[in-house]
């Protein structure tokens, strides 16, 4: 099963990857998480990224082309895989295109958790996500036990360095501009599906697997 998981910035995206990902034993390639690794380890890429994600705006269509093209071709992909942040500009979405018809692959199933801009900047610059297993919390809505360490593992919690207003504002902006587009990109080949992310987090999953079978 080859899945695109789509929707803006704090739709909750990530952590129902995670949970699909766990459920169906497919891995969860998330651009945003492999761009925040090469960032920190100060690699090519990272050192490409870095500006562009500070401010919110996209980084260039070839670098995630080229992350997700390496990645989709690694053994723990033969079984399926979860594209979570990927494809963002209707460019990449022609781009997995061309990538996948070469590995004789498609995608089953395209979903977006769709969710209202006012209610996405409260639920961004409130969240933390741990260091150690990346299990998210919430300031307001999913408080930890103890403060700054995660319920689960007692790892070490973490702002991103991009969820603050101002960023936010931009990433939401470019969300419209640049990815509410590859949805019609995916309406047109009738592979799409809408769940509301407005929900609370565990009828959204619901809501997918009842999508995913
Ligand atoms: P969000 O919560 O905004 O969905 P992500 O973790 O998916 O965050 O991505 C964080 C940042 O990484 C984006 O704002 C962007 O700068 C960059 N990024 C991630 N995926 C892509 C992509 N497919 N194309 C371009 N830039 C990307
Ligand atoms: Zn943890």
Redesign the pocket.
């Known amino acids: 099963m080859n899945l695109i998981l789509m929707g803006p ?2 739709a909750g995206k990530g952590t129902q990857a995670r949970r699909i990902a766990e459920k169906y034993k497919i891995p969860q390639l ?4 492999m ?1 925040r690794a090469a960032v920190a380890a100060g690699s090519d890429v990272g050192l490409k990224a870095k500006a ?2 500070e401010s ?4 260039t269509d070839d670098v ?1 082309v080229g992350i997700i093209s390496d990645r989709i071709k690694e053994k723990d992909c033969a079984k399926g895989f979860i594209l979570d ?4 500009t209707v460019a ?1 979405a022609e781009a997995l295109d061309g990538m996948l018809s070469k590995e004789s692959l498609k995608i089953n199933h395209v979903i977006d958790v769709a969710a209202d801009d006012e209610a996405l900047v409260t639920r961004i610059t409130g969240r933390m996500t741990c260091s150690k297993c990346g299990e998210g919390f919430h300031k307001e809505y999913k408080k930890p036990k103890k403060k700054n360490k995660c319920d689960l593992c007692g790892g070490k919690l973490t702002t991103r360095a ?1 969820d603050n207003e101002e960023t936010v504002r931009n ?1 939401l902006k470019v969300y419209h501009e640049q990815t509410a587009p590859v949805i019609g990109f995916y309406q047109e080949k009738g592979s799409f599906k809408e769940v509301d992310g407005m929900q609370a987090m565990d009828d959204v999953f619901g809501s997918l697997c009842a999508i995913l079978g």
């Open positions: 910035p704090g998330s651009t945003g998480d761009l562009a994600m919110g705006s996209l980084v995630v942040g990927f494809p963002r990449q991009d990433r």
